[in-house]
């Protein structure tokens, strides 16, 4: 049985809360009266300066083009002082030599962007933004452009510091579908020569090498003369996945060693070193001979690697058989990635393609725009390609390398002059 005072205080609780309902009910509130002299708020003020802007005249059509400025002019870095007055702070603005237009897309560059949509494939120009995209995907007509097609997804299992791709532990399945279809699209736009490259698979056993082979092998058996290179990953060290693909039928094996080896570890995903990638480099040339296949790598320089540690990675490279070495300009995707540590100037860049190309390598691509799948260096590579298979036919004798170089080189300058 209840204790009376439990009772009494159930009776009483409806009671108490009329009386509170009823207090909170007749409070009064009262209105802030405003006042007739409130002043309007300031206008947020800018910082936007006009003074180097030109006139509406010179960005007309027929408008008189502006003089070249001298070299000494062009390679000055120029600052410029951005935030509010209680936070300013100096950036470097971007070279000259460096700015390029904005990919808005001929008709060109429109029917290869449409194509690859429609197939559901991606390009290492769109995942990696690729100062050259519009370069590349606006030839004069669709056979001259260049794509680099990316395989196995949009999503890397590794976390590079200076790539812009996506990253995930687990990204999607492979779609099985994609080796018909990057055949078909290649076949469709009718080039010759293509590059493929791929996302780091760690989530698969193979690293995705089968894959990546039987791309290769479909897009051969649909058109046999397309020249076709190969920009792999170092498939966790497994020279298995190396051998695969080198004998799937590719005539460019491309791995890249991106930077110097003592930046390596900061730069690069922690699964990826300077050493593996050598091994990587060295085995496909061991796989297909001397004469065989081309290999190739890239370094981007900007990153504060030392002029010896370039040095010594280019011994390196071509101690294990490198022919082709790139150098490009880093450029920082966002403000998570790696700073920019120096804007390189386009003489130093020809002083590294000069002595690489004497330390022997077949052909070198230097420049602050270049890329590892830099058209220039692809006709190139293609003419070196078509040379070596016009003298096995006829079995001729072979050259050495720096004489095919310098032969390969004078008919390309004779086409373009």
């Known amino acids: 049985m209840a204790s009376p005072s439990a009772s009494f205080q159930r009776i009483r609780a409806p009671a108490q809360r009329a009386i509170a309902s009823s207090l909170s009910s007749s409070t009064r509130s009262y209105a802030t009266i405003p006042t007739t002299n409130t002043p309007t708020p300031t206008r947020r003020p800018t910082y936007f300066k006009d003074t180097t802007v030109g006139t509406f005249d010179q960005f007309l059509p027929g408008a008189s083009a502006a003089a070249p400025l001298s070299p000494t002019e062009a390679y000055t870095l120029r600052t410029a002082e951005v935030g509010p007055a209680s936070n300013r702070r100096t950036i470097t603005r971007l070279p000259e030599w460096l700015k390029t237009p904005i990919p808005a897309g001929n008709d060109n560059y429109k029917k290869i962007k449409a194509d690859l949509r429609g197939l559901n494939l991606h390009t290492v120009c769109e995942e990696a933004r690729c100062p050259n995209i519009s370069e590349c995907w606006g030839g004069d007509n669709k056979n001259a452009a260049t794509a680099t097609i990316m395989l ?46 791929s996302v780091d698979r ?34 966790r060290g497994d020279l298995d996945g190396v051998k695969l693909i080198a004998e799937s039928g590719l005539d460019v094996f491309a791995h890249n060693v991106e930077t110097v080896e003592g930046l390596t570890p900061y730069v690069r995903d922690r699964r990826a070193t300077f050493r593996q990638s050598l091994k990587v480099l060295e085995h496909a040339k061991k796989v297909r001979g001397q004469e065989g296949i081309i290999t190739k790598t890239s370094i ?29 300009q880093y450029m920082r995707p966002t403000k998570r990635h790696l700073k920019v540590e120096k804007y390189v100037t386009p003489e130093e860049f020809e002083m590294w393609r000069v002595r690489a190309l004497d ?48 032969v390969v080189e004078e008919a390309l300058k004779a086409d373009t002059a």
């Open 359 to 406: 330390m022997g390598f077949l052909y070198v691509a230097s420049g602050p725009l270049v890329r590892s799948s830099y058209k220039a260096g692809e006709a190139f590579i293609e003419n070196v390609l078509r040379k070596r298979a016009g003298e096995r036919a006829v079995g001729g004798g072979t050259d050495s390398k720096l004489e095919g170089a310098v």
């Open 300 to 328: 981007m320089l900007g990153l504060g690697e030392q002029e010896q540690e370039v040095n010594d990675a280019l011994k390196e490279l071509r101690n294990v058989g490198v022919d082709v070495v790139t150098f490009g």
């Open 152 to 197: 196995m997804g949009d999503t890397c299992t590794r976390g590079c510091r200076f790539c812009s791709v996506k990253t995930n532990r687990n990204p999607k399945p492979l779609d099985p579908h994609e080796p018909e279809h990057t055949a078909e699209a290649l076949a469709r736009w009718g080039l010759g020569y293509v590059v493929l490259t």
């Open 202 to 235: 760690d989530d698969i056993a193979d690293g995705g090498a089968r894959h990546f082979a039987e791309t290769i092998r479909k897009i051969k058996a649909k058109k046999p003369t397309l020249l076709v290179e190969a920009l792999t990953g170092d498939f």
